[in-house]
């Protein structure tokens, strides 16, 4: 549950958010499946012919499963795509993640990244002396006709996404992570015009201890349309600092999060992306082991034409 209040158009109100339902199943001692499901409230609830449902209900996540060892892990199906850090830490259930919301670079819906997949990944990891090095190789279907979304149905042209992602966890700097991923594809505009070639890299540093909790990464996209059409260089980074207060104050968590996005005017995919500068400021209370209250404020600018946002947001999370 959440409530704003930002004195702009919207004011005051509630919102019902998302219920996560998530489910996994042994086949083997070696082998799984899992499915994770999600209802999300919609606005235009009652309208339309036939009339819109109250929820929309969403297969987020679903694969199976084989794990040969520590070191070769393979699976199909449809993922949370491993390109940085928050897509495959946090996944659906606002609860498990510090603040109310995702960071605008990883959002669900938005186009920075492709933040769903379709197809094959295999990972793993290595003692490496201690530095436990971690890996995910993947091969699928690219961006949708809408951007925003996965190729759940198929890939849309004769190119298949690849990705690749490697990250680090010291065994001597405990809560540590420190990785890298790549992602390629050719997408293809829905409303026509030539295929565009797209490379993001991507990096992250994270010290994920409750005192402090550090999250910074940066992404940059290449745009490249085939044919002579426009190539575009585009960015986006967050730093998120987090801090659990000691002894009586232990249930109370204050937080802070800087968000920034660059876009190219000539970006041939990012075209519903607006640039952003934003800052947020917010404590979370665990109110209980499984459920949370978050209080925030909220000041985010956009570019583009796009209507910028200020005001108090608070949300009720639970898990059960």
Do not use: C
């Not at 925003?148 to 405990?174: I, Q």
């Amino acid at each position: 549950m959440v409530y704003s209040s930002t004195g702009e158009g919207t004011g005051r109100n509630f919102s019902l958010g998302q219920l996560t339902v998530q489910n996994t199943s042994a086949l083997s001692p070696r082998s799984f499946v899992f499915v994770e499901v999600t209802f999300t409230s919609r606005p235009d609830a009652g309208t339309g012919t036939p009339a819109a449902t109250g929820f929309n209900a969403e297969v987020e996540r679903l694969f199976f499963r084989y794990d040969q060892s520590d070191q070769l892990k393979g699976s199909v199906g449809r993922y949370h795509t491993p390109i940085n850090w928050w897509n495959t830490a946090f996944h659906h259930g606002l609860w498990l993640q510090t603040t109310i919301a995702r960071p605008e670079m990883v959002r669900f819906g938005s186009q920075f990244i492709p933040v769903h997949f379709v197809g094959a990944l295999v990972e793993g990891s290595f003692p490496a002396n201690g530095l436990n090095l971690n890996y995910n190789v993947g091969l699928g279907n690219g961006r949708g006709n809408v951007f925003s979304r996965g190729g759940d149905a198929g890939d849309t042209n004769a190119n298949l996404a690849t990705l690749a992602n490697v990250f680090v966890r010291p065994d001597r700097l405990y809560g540590l992570q420190v990785g890298a991923s790549v992602y390629r594809d050719k997408a293809t505009p829905a409303g026509g015009g030539p295929d565009v070639d797209e490379t993001i890299w991507a990096a992250h540093l994270v010290y994920q201890k409750e005192d402090p909790e550090i999250i910074a990464e940066y992404a940059h996209a290449t745009h490249d349309a085939e044919d002579g059409g426009p190539s575009a260089r585009s960015e986006a980074y967050y730093v998120q600092f987090a801090y659990r207060l000691p002894g009586a104050g232990h249930l109370w968590k204050p937080y802070y999060r800087y968000e920034k996005i660059r876009v190219d005017e000539d970006d041939p995919i990012l075209t519903a992306t607006p640039g952003l500068s934003g800052n947020i400021v917010g404590v979370r209370y665990d109110a209980t082991e499984l459920a949370a209250i978050k209080l925030e404020y909220r000041d985010m600018k956009r570019d583009r034409g796009f209507a910028s946002t200020s005001g108090v947001f608070a949300q009720v999370s639970f898990a059960f």
